[in-house]
């Protein structure tokens, strides 16, 4: 009885063996793979191989986004800029009625350029007597353009205008008109630095344009330690630096052309004495001869110009 039992279950083993031996080799149908493997958890990892958690892609680190350049304003302000006074060296007539905008030297002929005022004046170019004051040339514009600032760059005189965004640009001598050109902000001030015209608009701004095709060139914000300087008005560049009137304060702003930091003050504080002021005398006018290193300062409806020199305070 026993070895009747063992021989049905070597039978039994012997037919498993062949079933499996007929799996493995692939006779089956593709139902009897499934079935079968699922009956053997080790067939199933050999159909389906989980991946190993080592080889999942290792995730990208995040981008990091290329820097815009900072604005002057959006960089560690500098200390505060040192302060100058000045010294009065020689004073010279002024007209009285000029609402000056536009102060400058050229081949030691002093150009002026002024506005309407509170529509009392008018607007004009013009050369003038630097010992006597006498008006020795002068262009009247029409009523409808109040005249801002004047550069002369080479032969060419030119001149910007307030409100209306239109430019001028005369023949220096002459005073002919050649051009005429346009921009979209207001216009204050006009300066150049031997290579590009250099504007202001009374905000922060400062524009340089090329002197032929009048395009930008590239803007420049200034600021000192306090943040942005406003209302720039009247400009000269001076050894590298341009210098600025700001609009309605006694100082001038000395700057970096490649920066817009201001890299000092000038105050001017009572320079026209209070017996030669009416009410509404603002600082605005700075020009230069460079050949003799002589600074000049005047003003709307300054009665005097002065020659100064510059004092640093300790």
Not at 43 to 52: D, G, N, R, W
Not at 108 to 137: I, P, W
Not at 249 to 260: L, Y
Request: proline share 7%; charged share 20%.
């Amino acid at each position: 009885m026993i070895k009747r039992i063992l021989n049905l279950f070597t039978a039994s083993l012997l037919t498993l063996a062949m079933i499996f031996v007929t799996t493995s080799c692939g006779d089956s149908s593709p139902a009897d793979q499934v079935l079968t493997s699922t009956s053997t958890p080790t067939q199933l990892q050999s159909i389906l191989p989980i991946a190993s958690p080592t080889k999942l892609a290792t995730p990208m680190p995040p981008a990091t986004p290329t820097p815009l350049a900072a604005s002057p304003l959006e960089v560690a302000l500098p200390t505060p800029a040192p302060v100058y006074t000045y010294t009065v060296i020689n004073t010279y007539p002024h007209d009285r009625t000029a609402w000056t905008q536009g102060l400058l030297f050229d081949k030691g002929v002093l150009y002026e350029g002024t506005g309407s005022g509170q529509g009392q004046f008018k607007s004009v170019v013009r050369k003038v007597d630097l010992e006597t004051g006498t008006v020795l040339q002068e262009l009247i514009l029409a009523d409808e353009y109040y005249g801002e600032g004047i550069v002369i760059f080479g032969d060419k005189l030119y001149q910007i205008t307030w409100l209306n965004q239109t430019g001028f640009i005369y023949d220096k001598n002459s005073f002919e008109l050649l051009q005429t050109f346009t921009y979209p902000t207001e216009g204050w001030g006009l300066t150049h630095d031997g290579t590009h015209l250099i504007m202001s608009d009374g905000s922060a701004r400062i524009t340089y344009r090329d002197p032929e095709t009048l395009a930008v060139v590239r803007t420049v914000d200034v600021y000192d330690s306090n943040g942005p300087v406003l209302q720039l008005n009247e400009l000269e560049y001076i050894q590298g630096e341009i210098y600025a009137n700001i609009w309605t304060t006694e100082r001038i702003a000395r700057i970096s052309p490649e920066t817009g930091a201001v890299t000092g003050w000038i105050d001017l504080t009572g320079l026209l004495p209070a017996t030669d002021r009416q009410g509404n005398e603002w600082l605005n006018g700075i020009a230069y001869l460079a050949d003799e290193d002589r600074l000049f300062v005047t003003g709307k409806l300054w009665p005097k110009l002065f020659e100064i020199k510059l004092v640093r305070l300790p």
